[in-house]
């Protein structure tokens, strides 16, 4: 069961870095939060036994390797809050003083691994099956004090922030986020307290609490990256319809880019940048509309009158393949140097945003490959 939910929260973690990529370009947040997921992913890898073991004929306590990496994350999760909420404006050494944190729990959790008799054992049974060092247990309260007090910070934003979200679905992965680091935290705050108490005599039950609390831990895990993940889900849904419009533009940009090459916006080199999600490919669709459009433009004067009634005679009452049919005309006309005028015909109006004008390119595109077109140019050029 745990090798599952293991395996689930990996899958996640690093399909959630991969889908957020894109963003290190954006700005310092989104930088935060991947940097946040993307060594939170790191930890839980290096935490497995398949690559925790082989590190053991590297460096002593291999052990330790994962909580150390967890210290970075909550640091990266710490610099994320700070960010979005704009503290660094009132308090400029904010970074600097968080990363002295960061690495003084980090040198700490070293010299007390270092200090521990036999090491830092990471399991319940191992840790409560003799008497705990003094060094062991400072290990874990330290370790779990700093993780435990970040994520009630997060957990306390987030629900926050949920509250005043503007989409349901943000709303909800907001909220999703903060449930799971408030799971976790109480994690670090029990592990606090049978830590202590077994330390200082008590009897505790082990074997029936550490199934429980690991679930919880790993439940809240995969609820806050489900949770992060849902913005991410929202942009690349959006993305990739982005990409799907700019496939169906394709054919009819093409001849527009042939025809009148001095209407495009930008270089090829200019548009593989953008490929790699340099730009918001928003602003490439939107330029890809326009220079369209500038072609058509150039073409409706070699339009000549009554191509569109012609048009409908010949292929029926279809708008799409009408407008194709236009186009193929002009294009066939302005290739044999017919000489140009205003004949009064129009390209078909349509709705003036973005969306209407995509959706209606792309069908006159997809009408554009068909025969019909290049049948009618022949026939009435």
Not at 31 to 59: E, F, H, Q, S, Y
Not at 143 to 161: K, Q, V
Not at 324 to 347: M, V
Not at 350 to 374: H, Q, T
């Amino acid at each position: 069961m745990n090798g599952t939910l293991t395996g689930i929260v990996l899958v996640l973690l690093w399909g959630t870095v991969l889908v957020r990529l894109p963003t290190l370009w954006r700005d310092a947040q989104r930088r935060a939060m991947w940097a946040t997921l993307c060594t939170l992913a790191i930890t839980k890898t290096v935490a497995t036994p398949g690559v925790n073991a082989p590190l053991g004929d590297l460096i002593p306590q291999p052990q330790i390797i994962p909580h150390l990496l967890g210290v970075a994350a909550a640091y990266f999760l710490l610099r994320f809050i700070c960010l979005i909420t704009d503290y660094d404006a009132d308090h400029p050494r904010a970074a600097r003083h968080q990363l002295l944190l960061a690495g003084s729990v980090v040198v700490l959790l070293v010299i007390l691994a270092a200090a521990t008799p036999g090491g830092i054992k990471t399991t319940g049974a191992e840790l409560m099956s003799t008497p705990t060092a003094h060094t062991a247990t400072a290990y874990w309260v330290v370790l779990n004090g700093y993780l435990g007090t970040i994520l009630t910070i997060a957990t306390l934003l987030f629900w926050r922030i949920g509250r005043t979200a503007t989409t349901s679905l943000l709303r909800n992965g907001l909220r999703a986020i903060a449930i799971g680091t408030c799971t976790v935290a109480l994690y670090a705050v029990l592990k606090i307290a049978l830590i202590v108490a077994f330390a200082l005599g008590a009897t505790v039950p082990i074997d029936e609490i550490e199934p429980v609390a690991n679930g919880l831990r790993t439940f809240g895990t995969i609820l806050a990256v489900i949770g992060a993940a849902v913005p991410a889900g929202e942009k690349l849904r959006s993305i990739a319809g982005a990409y799907r419009a700019l496939g169906a533009l394709r054919v009819l940009w093409r001849v527009m880019r042939r025809t009148f090459p001095d209407v495009i916006l930008f270089s090829r080199r200019r548009a593989l940048v953008e490929l790699a999600g340099v730009d918001d490919v928003q602003l490439r669709l939107y330029r890809r509309v326009i220079e369209i459009r500038d072609g058509m433009l150039t073409l409706r004067d070699y339009l000549p009158a009554g191509a569109h009634s012609e048009a409908r005679v010949f292929v029926g009452e279809s708008p799409a393949l009408i407008e194709a049919c236009g186009i193929a005309l002009a294009l066939h006309r302005h290739r044999t140097a017919a000489k140009p005028g205003d004949s009064g015909e129009r390209w078909a109006e349509v709705g003036g945003d973005l969306a209407d004008e995509v959706a209606w390119l792309s069908a006159v595109s997809a009408a554009f490959r068909r025969k019909e077109p290049a049948e009618f140019a022949r026939q009435h050029g």
